[in-house]
């Protein structure tokens, strides 16, 4: 696709530099970020009377595009002058198996086949649980695949408790990270570098910056399954994951609430703007079971996420209970679905949810 912008008034004090400020007054729609940033402007070429501006997007939304566009001339014809702007806008070369997404033009992860994200609208739903004990139970699938687990959530990073280790990361010579190792899975999470008292205050760019040094600098080596625990809701950094790799596709998790399955709408809504497949939904915190005479009590309402992913036309990849043994296995560190621990309901259920997601990515 090309647009160009009408003929502006240009001063001949105009720069490339002055170019890319105004740019970075334009949003990515949906997002508090701007195009500058999430590295759309691909060129800025200036010449006696013209300014060529170069961005690449790729979406499956035809307005989306023109909503840049216009914006983007419209900034940029606020400089005045006489010169004419061009702004075209390409789809870059897909991604492994033809999943383009937005910035869909990096490549996935050398040595790594495929990569999940696991994401949900809002926090408090388990998500990271969900996450921890989707990467162990993948690793006890038929031909123990090797596994990796990224923490995408600076600010709340959960998974070294989850996994019960606070081994420092190392480093090496060419500024790689080392991912540290437990249970068979390989990790990265920023609370490997913190203690936990240390909060995570950093600004959008760093944060940025920070996911993609865990993505792209890091030594994963030959993966079979990439698994990404998103932060909650549809912000900076989800935005740079699906700009940074290609992904295989998202699984959106949401308890039985309205409330929830109103922010699971927008992170599915999310990932359709970006053009990555949605897997299915995970419905956690389904019920309690009361161990004394095996009543289930719908605490947070009850086929929520049926009904959901109906609506979606997603499947439902499994409903998992509010356990004991659930919350005890995190908080000492080593997830329900790994074998060492006594079988119980929350175990089988992620256990028969990674068969379906294998069996999702396999078609």
């Known amino acids: 696709m090309h647009l160009a912008a009408p003929t502006a008034t240009v001063p001949s004090a105009m720069t490339e530099e002055s170019i890319r400020a105004a740019l970075a007054t334009v949003k990515y729609p ?4 701007d195009i500058v940033s999430f590295g759309l402007v691909k060129g800025i070429e200036l010449a006696a009377d013209k300014a060529t501006v170069r961005l690449e997007i790729a979406t499956r939304e035809p307005d989306l595009p023109r909503k840049i566009y216009t914006d ?3 900034a940029v014809a606020n400089l005045g ?6 702004i075209t806008i390409t789809d870059p070369p897909a991604g492994p198996e033809g999943n383009a997404g937005l910035g869909a033009g990096t490549s996935s ?3 790594v086949k495929k990569i999940i994200a696991i994401a949900s609208g809002k926090g408090g739903v388990g998500k ?3 996450a921890s004990n989707l990467a162990v139970a993948l690793s006890q699938l038929p031909g123990s695949p090797s596994v990796g687990l990224c923490d995408c959530d600076l600010y709340g990073p959960s998974i070294t408790t989850m996994f019960g280790t606070d081994e420092e990361l190392r480093g090496t010579a060419d500024n790689e990270i080392i991912p540290a190792e437990r249970y068979g899975i390989k990790l990265v999470s920023m609370g490997f570098l913190l203690d936990d008292r240390s909060p995570v205050i950093v600004r959008g760019p760093l944060a940025t910056r920070y996911t993609q040094q865990f993505l792209r600098q890091c030594q994963w080596g030959e993966l079979d399954y990439l698994v990404l625990d998103l932060p909650p809701g549809t912000g900076d950094i989800q935005l740079t994951i699906v700009q940074s790799v290609a992904l295989d596709g998202a699984i959106i998790v949401t308890t039985p609430q309205e409330v929830a399955l109103i922010d699971a709408r927008k992170a599915t809504s999310m990932f359709g703007k970006v053009n990555v497949p949605i897997l299915g939904l ?6 309690f079971e009361c161990p004394s005479d095996g009543v289930r009590y719908p605490i947070f309402g009850e086929g929520g996420g049926a009904r959901e992913a109906e609506h979606l036309g997603v499947p439902l990849l499994g409903q998992i209970p509010i356990e004991i043994a659930t919350r005890e296995s995190g908080d000492s560190g080593k997830p329900i679905s790994h074998p060492d621990h006594e079988a119980s309901q929350s175990r089988k259920i992620f256990t028969e949810i990674t068969e379906k997601l294998a069996d999702r990515l396999r078609n």
């Open 128 to 130: 990271s649980t969900v």
């Open 30 to 33: 949906g997002f508090s970020r």
């Open 81 to 86: 002058g006489e010169i004419e702007i061009d």
């Open 72 to 74: 983007a001339a419209a």
């Open 109 to 111: 992860i050398p040595g």
């Open 282 to 287: 995970i419905e956690n915190m389904s019920y």
